[in-house]
């Protein structure tokens, strides 16, 4: 069974940063194409960024130049480092892991918040 944990989540000030962090148990991790996607309230859950098995990352657009997702996987983490907040990236953050055999599996979420 994959679960995935998330953390870092919190308010911060636009301009500011935050670092998500994403620990998956239960399968070697270095099989998982890794995600986040978020939430905003009221809003359908939206890709924001995806690094492949081979450490190759995509964005989505409104993040670009601005979040950057790495993996770890000595530590079996994905992170998601988020430079410049802006108000609109407020939303529930959730982490994503791809098997090629055994599907996707989802994190709870952690809330990000990002004052004016």
């Known amino acids: 069974q994959v679960q995935l944990v998330e953390s870092g989540g919190g308010l911060v000030q636009a301009g500011g940063s935050l670092k998500l962090s994403c620990a998956a148990s239960?399968?070697?991790?270095?099989?998982?194409?890794m995600a986040w996607y978020r939430q905003p309230p009221g809003n359908q859950r939206d890709l924001v960024a995806r690094?492949?098995?081979?450490?190759?990352?995509n964005y989505a657009d409104s993040v670009q130049g601005r979040f950057t997702i790495s993996r770890d996987n000595h530590k079996d983490t994905v992170y998601l480092l988020m430079d410049s907040l802006k108000p609109e990236d407020t939303a529930v953050y959730y982490c994503?892991?791809?098997?090629?055999?055994?599907?996707?599996?989802w994190g709870q979420g952690t809330q990000v918040t990002v004052s004016e």
């Open positions: 690094i492949s098995t081979n450490n190759s990352p």
């Open positions: 994503n892991a791809q098997h090629h055999l055994l599907g996707s599996f």
């Open positions: 239960g399968i070697n991790f270095s099989l998982l194409a």
